[in-house]
């Protein structure tokens, strides 16, 4: 399964953006997902993740309450709507296929997509 993320940019603090995540060659119906972010000179860290089973989904803690997981089995794609966002939460955002969707680690994740930047200006 190919990933495909779309929609950065760059925007304000305060903005609002929404990332999408497309898969081709296969079906991420069955799939755990999950949204990683990382800032220059730091390590990938998660962001949300979604089960598969039941769409519930999981948050880290700095982005709770701002930041959406959704996923769309027809469209065989996931997006994450950030909402006030912070200029901390500038980075490249990667979607992931990920073995378990409750805070994983990068090493939980199956498969990449080659990532969209996210820059928020003060």
């Known amino acids: 399964v190919q990933l495909v993320e779309s929609g950065g940019g760059l925007v304000q603090a305060g903005d609002s953006v929404r990332l999408s995540c497309a898969a081709s060659?296969?079906?991420?119906?069955?799939?755990?997902m999950a949204w990683f972010r990382q800032a220059p000179g730091k390590e990938r860290e998660f962001v949300a993740g979604?089960?598969?089973?039941?769409?519930?989904?999981s948050y880290a803690d700095f982005v709770k309450g701002r930041f959406t997981m959704a996923r769309d089995n027809a469209k065989n794609s996931v997006t994450l709507l950030m909402n006030s966002l912070k200029t901390e939460d500038t980075g490249a955002y990667y979607c992931?296929?990920?073995?378990?969707?409750?805070?994983?680690?990068?090493?939980?994740?199956?498969?990449w997509g080659q990532g969209t930047q996210v820059t928020v200006s003060s």
């Open positions: 979604v089960s598969w089973l039941t769409s519930s989904s």
């Open positions: 992931a296929t990920v073995t378990v969707w409750k805070s994983p680690d990068i090493r939980a994740a199956t498969g």
């Open positions: 060659g296969g079906t991420i119906r069955n799939a755990h």
